[in-house]
């Protein structure tokens, strides 16, 4: 294993994983005092990383894709020269997360509102549109041996193949009715097999018909994911989530197969397989470990780890060697040898730009910014940038005292930053299937942080974790409220007030029709009371409160107020079109849709803008506000910047 400190002196401005600084202009830094509420200072970038979604190679380079940047790019990385020697944009999506190479060309396919495919000719760098999808996801792509592609599509799980001869589409249809992923493919002369979730199937495709058979073994059917997949002369590979688990079959007899079980403690995730040389070699996770096990049986090898608990997106073998493909970065391993090398492909002249941020949060003098692979910490006063390396996407974050906390997906991590430490430390997994953090919030009757969570696709109910910072010891309750998740939190007097979310894991469907409001008791831990506090609302964005009330913010807009006192909702107000995160200081409330900022006088429930045409670029869930502790501004984004927000609050 290369050791991890080597590799994270990255350059200024670039974020793949340690810590970097950048320098924002003490001009913008700054916002003067007194300043008229609503008035916006810019920061800078919010968050600015080279997050890979994957990679192939042509020849003796390889191009990896990017993921959430402003715009995607291709980078070319040569071998011999060890170099990133060119950037190519793919101007549409938010993202890449499949490629495949047909000849001297690769395919790229994107994410984000309708998923477009693309063809970069890497003997002239032309990069031209092949062809465009309703789908929100191109997930995965293969090539098969004759050179057409195929594609596993998103929320309607269908699997596509597109011809580059004649440049035409064909609709194979749904791999699996009533599932929403095809998350791996892989193709041969005559089959195309469609790995499925949230609910694990793999589908074996006749190229000629488009019959399907299933031929996913009886003992993985309760798996959520055929997550990965890998295809050679004789056998398929296919990564099954969430179990560390990885099914090699035989394609001429898939009643022949073995099913290898990652070695980590913990290890749930197959990121990646690929089959070389007589070895299936496949990557764990939360470990970050690279395995491989001979195809004709035999005990599954652990090679090592590159970088902890990254996640590797896509293996592939070049020239004898396998290459594995992280954030910003690739690892080599070379069988002859037994070595595990760690490449930068920042240091190495990938380009890095500002991306679609997940969280946002001050702790008084910085403003910690969530993205992929970490976070940007911005000292306001000190005028400067510096990245977290957290192998994860922070969602939300709460300080107390020097320690700030972050809620970390997946696995529902947290995590613990020191401010001025070059790392975090990993506090606990909430485990129970659970996965994408909602929000924290702490209590100071009980001394406990309180996290809820959403469960991973798939399964059902969400949880919450209490952490106590004295004892270090933590525990999750799940469920708390039945069927649903708990999406925010707000604490008073050893009593967490949730708000939940009709959704339980992505691809599930709700079978509960309405968002509720609950109780739950900290110290007898049990829930007190749940209630519906907006008819037809599917979730409570944010909860916030005065010393008598309560406030939350649904997806709907609709404020509504509970009384702790009357123990009952008192009065609704619509307050915008959609929800928000919610800020409570004093008698006023600030929310925003991503593209306003409003204040709602608490005692009138009146709204009234203070700052508009902000168009904030943010990555999935709601648009985020933090309160400075100074309560004289509020942070957001302005398009991918981060902007202080100057507000008149509890004065």
Not at 51 to 75: H, I, K, M, Q, W
């Amino acid at each position: 294993m290369i050791p991890r400190r080597r590799f994270i002196q990255l350059a200024a401005g670039s974020v793949a994983t340690g810590a970097v600084s950048a320098v924002i202009p003490a001009a913008s830094a700054h916002g003067a005092t007194g300043q008229p509420e609503g008035t916006l200072t810019d920061l800078g970038p919010a968050s600015v990383t080279n997050a890979l979604g994957n990679a192939e190679f042509a020849g003796d380079v390889l191009y990896a894709a990017t993921r959430g940047l402003s715009p995607n790019v291709v980078g070319s990385y040569d071998l011999a020269a060890d170099a990133v020697t060119g950037h190519f944009d793919i101007p549409t999506g938010i993202g890449v997360w499949a490629m495949c190479a047909v000849g001297a060309d690769v395919y790229v396919g994107t994410h984000g509102g309708s998923s477009d495919l693309y063809r970069l000719d890497t003997r002239t760098g032309a990069v031209t549109k092949s062809a465009g999808y309703s789908d929100d996801y191109i997930w995965a792509m293969a090539a098969s041996p004759d050179g057409k592609v195929y594609m596993g599509l998103s929320p309607t799980g269908r699997v596509v193949e597109y011809d580059p001869a004649t440049g035409t589409s064909r609709d194979l249809g749904v791999a699996t009715p009533g599932e929403q992923y095809v998350r791996s493919v892989a193709a041969d002369a005559t089959t195309v097999y469609a790995g499925v979730g949230a609910h694990a199937h793999l589908v074996a495709i006749d190229r000629a018909t488009g019959a399907k058979r299933e031929i996913l073994p009886a003992e993985l059917a309760s798996r959520d994911f055929v997550a990965s997949m890998a295809i050679s002369d004789t056998h398929l590979a296919a990564g099954i989530s969430s179990s560390g688990e990885v099914l090699v079959l035989s394609t001429s007899d898939p009643a022949d197969h073995r099913i290898l079980k990652a070695t980590a403690p913990g290890e749930k995730y197959v990121t990646s397989v690929v089959i070389h040389d007589g070895y299936v070699y496949f990557a764990g996770r939360p470990s970050g470990a690279l395995y491989r096990c001979p195809l004709s049986g035999g005990e599954v090898e652990s090679l090592g780890v590159a970088y902890p608990e990254a996640a590797t997106h896509r293996l592939l073998v070049h020239d004898g060697r396998v290459y594995g493909v992280q954030d910003g970065a690739v690892f080599v391993h070379d069988p002859a040898t037994g070595s595990l090398e760690y490449r930068n492909l920042v240091q190495r002249g990938f380009r890095a730009a500002p991306e679609q941020p997940m969280s946002v949060h001050s702790d008084g003098r910085r403003v910690y910014v969530g993205g992929k692979g970490g976070a940007d910490i911005h000292d306001v006063a000190a005028g400067t940038r510096t990245r977290l390396g957290i192998p994860g996407e922070p969602k939300t974050a709460l300080t107390l005292k020097d320690t700030t906390y972050l809620g970390v997906y997946t696995q529902g991590l947290l995590y613990a930053h020191r401010a001025g430490e070059s790392s975090a430390r990993l506090l606990a997994r909430t485990g129970n299937q659970q996965d994408r953090p909602r929000d924290l919030a702490y209590d100071a009757l009980t001394g406990l942080i309180v996290m809820p969570t959403q469960p991973e696709p798939g399964h059902i109910n969400g949880a919450l974790s209490l952490y106590s910072p004295r004892t270090g010891k933590f525990d999750t309750y799940r469920p708390v409220v039945e069927r649903q998740s708990v999406y925010s939190v707000a604490t008073r007097r050893g009593t967490a007030y949730l708000g939940t979310n009709v959704q339980e894991g992505l691809g599930l469907p709700p079978v509960t029709a309405t968002a509720r409001l609950a109780a739950f008791d900290l110290r007898g831990r049990k829930l007190l009371w749940e209630l519906e506090p907006v008819p037809g609302a599917r979730y409570v964005a944010a909860l916030g409160q005065t010393p008598l009330a309560l406030y939350g913010l649904t997806n709907t807009g609709v404020l509504f107020e509970y009384d702790f006192l009357r123990r009952r909702i008192t009065r609704t107000a619509k307050v915008a079109d959609r929800g928000g995160e919610l800020v409570v200081t004093g008698p006023v409330a600030y929310g925003t849709d991503g593209d306003r900022v409003y204040k709602v006088d608490l005692p009138r429930l009146t709204t009234t803008t203070i700052a508009d045409g902000l168009a904030g670029e943010w990555f999935g869930g709601e648009p985020k506000l933090s309160l400075d502790l100074s309560g004289r501004a509020l942070y957001g984004l302005r398009g991918r910047n981060l902007v202080r927000i100057a507000i008149s609050g509890r004065r």
